[in-house]
């Protein structure tokens, strides 16, 4: 996916759209963990959709949950989704950072022009 250090740097267009497209990649991940925590709070708690929402946006953003769950099958769900979380932080981190990191890198090992 990504160039070798004897190929050019990428142009800054080309690299901008290898950023949107990281970007994208870490929204649909985001969007598909929010989604997972939305069904699991509506399959194992009584709420209603709005608050399976709001409680999942906020465990998924690290604010916490704003209803706590009262059902054992909720508590361990939250508590494998509070570490699933944590997985999905460090992913779409990695996921933004790695084209800045590739290119600092690309850009430090490129072989010097005669």
Excluded: C
């Excluded at 399959?43 to 709001?54: G, Q």
């Excluded at 990695?94 to 005669?114: F, Q, T, Y």
Aim: aromatic share 8%.
């Amino acid at each position: 996916m990504y160039e070798s250090k004897h190929s050019p740097l990428l142009s800054t267009q080309a690299f901008l759209w290898r950023l949107l497209a990281h970007l994208g990649l870490a929204v649909l991940v985001i969007g598909v963990a929010l989604l997972l925590g939305i069904v699991g709070h509506l399959v194992f708690e009584p709420v209603a959709w709005h608050d399976a929402l709001l409680n999942t946006a906020l465990i998924l953003g690290g604010v916490g949950p704003y209803l706590l769950p009262t059902s054992v099958a909720g508590k361990v769900f939250f508590a494998l989704y509070g570490m699933l979380v944590g997985l999905v932080f460090v992913a779409t981190l990695g996921l933004v950072l790695a084209p800045v990191a590739h290119r600092i890198s690309h850009k430090l090992h490129l072989e010097p022009r005669d």
